[in-house]
Structures are given as structure tokens and as C-alpha cells.
């Protein structure tokens, strides 16, 4: 897994820890992104929204399902690990629950984004 070595947050709102306890994932929801805080390093990766290159760039927001950065949230404010890993997202302003899913590719360990759908939607 990569992580950078610095973490910068523009509006941190919801957190829940993995179910593993190395991982604090956080909804940043000026940022319109999902990260994952590694809590041994304090690295973090963008797991879904956002910009992948600028984190500070509050403008890359709206409303689409697809994978990590291709993923467009707007406002999320809440996130929760279930004990199963699944990762679930409030977002606020798109009034929809997500599902992330994760999976191992075979071969590597790093983990990779299979999808993003809505699980709940008004």
C-alpha cells in the first residue's frame, strides 16, 4: 500500500477505525474525499473522491460511481468500518449511503478499489 508522508485534511468529519485497528479511515468532506490514516506511520492514501494529485483542491466534487479517484463525492460526513471491512460513506450532499468494496488482485499485496455504488439513496 502506498501512503504519503504527510496528511493534510481541509475538513475532517467522520472517522472509524479498521477492523484490524491499523487504519483510521476519514471523511473529509471539504475535500469531498475518503482517506485511509495509517496509524502506525501517519501516512494516509486517498481511498475514494478527491483529487489524487492536489489534496487541498476543494473543487473536484459531484456525483459519480466508479473507482478511488474517479469517484465523485460531495460533502461526505460520516464513514464507518463494518466488522466484514465493509466501508460505508455518508454523503451529505448527494443524500447517499455508499459501499466500498475492497479486494486483494492476485499477486500483490496491495489493495484495490473494485467498486463504489450507491447502497442507499433517497
Known amino acids: 500500500m502506498q501512503f504519503s508522508t504527510s496528511t493534510s ?3 475532517p468529519s467522520g472517522i472509524s477505525l479498521s ?3 491499523k487504519e483510521a ?3 473529509d468532506s471539504e475535500s469531498s474525499s475518503i ?3 495509517d496509524l502506525k506511520t501517519g501516512g494516509s492514501r486517498l481511498l475514494a473522491g478527491g483529487d489524487p494529485f ?3 483542491n476543494l ?3 459531484g456525483d459519480h460511481d466508479g473507482a478511488g479517484p474517479e469517484v465523485l463525492l460531495q ?3 460520516g464513514v464507518l468500518c463494518g466488522k466484514d471491512g465493509q466501508i460505508y460513506i455518508a454523503d451529505s450532499y448527494n443524500h447517499k449511503i455508499w459501499d466500498k468494496i475492497l479486494k486483494f488482485s492476485h499477486g500483490d499485496t496491495s ?3 473494485v467498486a463504489l455504488v450507491p447502497w442507499w439513496t433517497t
Do not use: G, T, V
Open 9 to 11: 485534511f481541509a475538513q
Open 19 to 21: 477492523s484490524d485497528l
Open 25 to 27: 479511515y476519514i471523511a
Open 35 to 37: 482517506r485511509a490514516l
Open 54 to 56: 492536489f489534496a487541498d
Open 59 to 61: 473543487f473536484k466534487f
Open 75 to 77: 460533502h461526505p460526513l
Open 111 to 113: 489493495e484495490k478499489l
